[in-house]
């Protein structure tokens, strides 16, 4: 059973709650978590804040008027921090994806012209996507792009590498069907028109190769 | 101090409302028109200034607040140099102060006494006369001044003249609540509170004497609201800035502090308040938290053109405590740091 360690910091003034609890994160060695108690919402900030910048998971709640619970947890992959009010979210270690691209694959071709050419075109656009700093929110497969993320597909690796990374991979279920490449999927996950329209639409910016 | 009393719980300008909750309760405030108020709340000035006369204003200002540091002399004279510097931030002349004491009943009155001399040497060291106050007993210590002084109604620094492609000055290093809070659960070293001390016990007299051959267009006291909250409301709702991550003058130990969170609410409450309204191009938590950081007796922002701005700094690189430029303004809302 993992470690859970209590501090009660209510009444104290920062930055008293954030060093009880780095002491607290310091004891525990390891995996475990910290239970704080704060009395006001400023201290859940600061602790919420430290989190952040150390990686690690924490959930805060307001159990009274004076009381409020803040859960730290150490030596587990982390989630993503609920409350993000100074807009620093926990980050999941990997280049910056907080930024809302989506790459919009509607051919198995890149490019229109020769076949092979465009073929090998859109293997090497993927391909470099995968390496890429910048990484998208979300790709996007459908038409014949579809032919993308099923079984004889060569991007697979790099798609794979993408979804490793936290990018949605998604494809059409319409075109798979059409395509008779449903049960196929070998990447993400099937998709529909109105999750389409939605991710395009709440693009900032849309990337179509 | 014999006693084991906890004379420091975290005072100075850690201890001021937070502006977002001031701002409002102000609005609601009933307010009369009089042409002579030439500086009111409308503007989120240090004090307020009014005219008597074609050529003569005063200048009110108070601030008073728990200590942040341990010793009762030192103390005086921050508090007194922290109170004073709205003077200097409005380009003013002090002439008198009162005193505003808060003390325990049970605590050593020797204590006061030391707090009370350090002011009253604060006091003269500005040119000024500390001409009696007002004292009650309350559950804590605090201290400070209420300060009178006197301006040329049209030379007055008002916080909210910068015009976009002005340089921007901080006459004194930030960080000073960082250090103070470091110090506060004994994390600080003996120099990094030696030169915070030092910077909040200098009066902005000799950097306000400095500014009045130039053209400034702006100019604040930077305090409570820390470096971001005092520049945005310099820029107000039509202009922003640039400032320059690597220009930033602080106190060395500080960043250290900041890395181990040994931080303020005040400061949370400044970041809170901003809101968007920052955008920081680089990531560096620690400078982060300097900026938001509320500083107790801080530096003067000075918003003035180009060229000027780098005589100027000449002129105050003479002075014990360095000056830097940090930045310019721009037209846009945002206050970037790059």
Redesign the interface.
């Given at each position: 059973m993992k470690q859970m360690i209590r501090v009660d910091a209510r009444g104290d003034?920062?930055?008293?709650p954030?060093?009880k609890t780095?002491k607290a994160l310091q004891e525990l060695g390891g995996a475990g978590s910290v239970e704080v108690h704060v009395d006001?919402e400023?201290?859940v900030?600061?602790l919420e804040?430290?989190a952040s910048?150390k990686q690690l998971s924490c959930h805060s709640e307001k159990l009274a008027e004076r009381d409020y619970r803040v859960v730290i947890t150490a030596g587990e992959p982390e989630a993503p921090a609920k409350e993000a009010?100074?807009?620093r979210t926990a980050e999941v270690c990997g280049p910056d994806r907080q930024n809302r691209t989506v790459v919009a694959i509607s051919s198995a071709l890149m490019g229109t012209g020769n076949e092979e050419l465009g073929k090998v075109l859109l293997k090497g656009f993927l391909y470099a996507l995968a390496q890429s700093e910048t990484l998208p929110s979300a790709v996007l497969f459908y038409n014949g792009g579809v032919q993308l993320t099923t079984a004889d597909s060569e991007s697979l690796e790099d798609l794979k590498e993408l979804e490793g990374q936290g990018v949605e991979i998604l494809s059409c279920g319409t075109c798979l069907s059409y395509y008779e490449l449903t049960g196929q999927l070998m990447v993400g996950e099937v998709t529909n028109m109105y999750t389409i329209l939605e991710k395009l639409q709440e693009a900032d910016k849309i990337i179509k190769p | 101090m014999d006693e084991n009393i906890v004379f420091c719980?975290?005072g100075g300008c850690t201890a001021k409302l937070g502006p977002g909750a001031l701002s409002r309760m102000l609005d609601k405030l009933p307010r009369k028109q009089d042409e002579n108020l030439l500086i009111g709340f409308d503007s989120s000035d240090d004090a307020a200034v009014y005219r008597l006369r074609e050529d003569l204003a005063i200048v009110q200002t108070l601030d008073f607040f728990p200590p942040m540091v341990e010793d009762p002399y030192t103390f005086g004279q921050i508090a007194a140099a922290n109170a004073l510097s709205d003077i200097y931030a409005m380009g003013g002349e002090v002439k008198t102060a009162l005193n505003i004491v808060c003390f325990p009943e049970h605590y050593d009155l020797n204590i006061l006494g030391k707090i009370l001399q350090g002011g009253s040497e604060k006091v003269q060291e500005a040119g000024g006369i500390l001409a009696g106050g007002h004292s009650i007993f309350d559950t804590d210590v605090k201290y400070g001044l209420s300060v009178t002084g006197v301006i040329h109604p049209d030379r007055i620094y008002a916080n909210n003249g910068a015009q976009p492609g002005d340089r921007l000055i901080l006459t004194k290093p930030l960080g000073v609540g960082i250090v103070t809070?470091a110090d506060r659960?004994g994390e600080a070293s003996v120099e990094a509170m030696e030169q915070a001390v030092a910077s909040m016990s200098t009066l902005n007299k000799y950097a306000a004497e400095r500014m009045k051959a130039y053209a400034v267009h702006g100019c604040t006291d930077v305090t409570g609201f820390g470096l971001l909250g005092h520049l945005a409301e310099m820029t107000g709702k039509g202009r922003g800035a640039v400032l320059y991550g690597e220009q930033i003058p602080y106190i060395p130990e500080a960043r250290g502090y900041a890395e181990?969170?040994?931080?303020?609410?005040a400061g949370?409450?400044n970041?809170?308040y901003l809101g968007?309204r920052v955008e920081f191009l680089r990531e560096d938590?620690p400078l982060e938290e300097i900026l938001y950081d509320p500083q107790t007796s801080g530096g003067l922002l000075i918003a003035l053109p180009p060229a000027e701005a780098e005589s100027l700094l000449a002129e105050l690189q003479t002075l014990p405590i360095s000056s830097a430029i940090i930045g310019e303004i721009t037209a846009d809302r945002k206050l970037v740091i790059k």
């Open positions: 003034q920062c930055p008293v954030v060093i780095k006001n400023i201290a900030q600061n804040k430290m910048v009010e100074q807009g | 719980k975290g809070t659960v181990e969170f040994l931080i303020t609410a949370q409450r970041r809170n968007d938590f």
